[in-house]
């Protein structure tokens, strides 16, 4: 019996127009972001009704010194009041999708439309990784004026930096960066030679690598440091200072916080001391993923940060990991024009419709004088991925 057989170029292809997305990652910043001075990434818009591409962030140093006692004359032993600066230099971002009508034809797909969300991802993305590699920038110290005060500092993305801008960055940071679990691994002021010192058996991030991040930020700033003498300390994220508590932000890769998890002392602190309903899989830190808390700093998870890795780079050819503890104002970040989508819908004759995201802005680690403000950098050893 003859049955019809369809010939393929006559066979009706359906598309389905709910469409799979590449997973893009939540911001696993932004809770830390905001306008206010507390804030770890602290963010202004300052273009609002005026022009210009330098967003600044001033700092006021805190007061020294002795003072006078008794029946000492004040006049003529004022003390100053330094005022530094950061500048965040913003500049355009912006990206597009063009689908021509003969694309458009062949798919029940809206795609114009599919684009949309996707540019607004991009924009989050954009922010995030712009302000992870701002984290492991190298600063550089702006020139002395007139008056012998530094000027305004630039960064150097990490990658881009020479070996000498690592050096002199070591030795202005010295009091905030730590390598492996030891002050003493800073060798000679050599960054290369400081790397080389961590090693996968006692180089690995732990409780007692993370008490000492905090130890190091509530002491910092008590010597002077940097080609000016400065001495800013790291304010805690959060303070309360009638229980005599300080908090701070730990942000890690993945393969450091994959250490500090299985760490016994934080294992033991998360899992028998932070409150959770009884039986309850969902708040019980054993079975959920998630935030782990050690002695006052919050661990924070931000699998991006391992694209910071240096493979081989310590010792025996160990992978090294960055990570930052943060207090306040780490970060800066200058808006002068918020993500805003356009459309274009007159190329060729409205043949070939376009939409476009744009946004100006710009990212900046926060130093004075050569030295970060408001971060402890931490290398640790990683172990290699199985």
Request: with cysteine.
């Amino acid at each position: 019996m003859a049955e019809v057989v369809l010939a393929t170029a006559l066979q009706v292809q359906k598309w389905s127009d709910n469409l799979t997305r590449e997973y893009i990652r939540a911001n696993a910043l932004f809770p830390y972001m905001g306008t206010e001075n507390t804030s770890i990434i602290r963010m202004l818009n300052e273009f609002k009704d005026k022009g210009g591409d330098t967003i600044n962030f001033p700092m006021i140093t805190r007061i020294k010194g002795r003072g006078v006692r008794g029946s000492e004359i004040l006049k003529g032993n004022e003390t100053d009041l330094g005022l530094f600066n950061t500048a965040v230099t913003v500049d355009w971002r912006r990206n597009a999708v063009k689908v021509p009508k003969s694309t458009q034809l062949r798919t029940e797909i809206n795609l114009l439309s599919e684009a949309k969300p996707q540019l607004r991802d991009w924009c989050t993305e954009s922010l995030r990784d712009d302000v992870i590699n701002e984290f492991a920038s190298v600063v550089i110290p702006g020139a002395l004026d007139n008056q012998g005060l530094p000027g305004t500092d630039q960064t150097v993305l990490y990658g881009f930096s020479t070996a000498a801008q690592r050096n002199a960055y070591l030795v202005n940071n010295s009091d905030r960066i730590v390598f492996g679990n030891a002050r003493a691994n800073i060798t000679s002021g050599n960054w290369a030679t400081s790397l080389g010192t961590v090693s996968q058996a006692s180089g690995q991030s732990s409780a007692a690598h993370v008490r000492l991040l905090k130890t190091i930020a509530k002491n910092a700033g008590g010597a002077p440091v940097g080609p000016t003498g400065m001495t800013t300390n790291i304010r805690p994220f959060r303070a309360d200072m009638t229980a005599g508590r300080e908090w701070f932000v730990y942000f890690v890769g993945s393969r450091e916080f994959g250490v500090l998890s299985l760490d016994p002392t934080i294992v033991s602190i998360n899992t028998s001391s932070r409150p959770r309903e009884a039986g309850g899989v969902d708040s019980n830190p054993l079975f959920q993923d998630g935030d782990l808390m050690y002695q006052g700093v919050i661990i924070r998870e931000v699998p991006e940060l391992d694209q910071l890795l240096l493979p081989a780079a310590g010792s025996g050819g160990t992978d090294l990991a960055m990570g930052f503890l943060c207090g306040q104002s780490a970060i800066a970040v200058g808006i002068g024009q918020t993500p805003q989508p356009r459309t274009d819908y007159t190329e060729d004759y409205g043949f070939r419709p376009a939409v476009a995201i744009e946004e100006l802005r710009g990212v900046k680690k926060t130093s004075y004088g050569g030295v970060q403000y408001g971060v402890v950098t931490s290398v640790t050893a990683v172990p290699a991925l199985a």
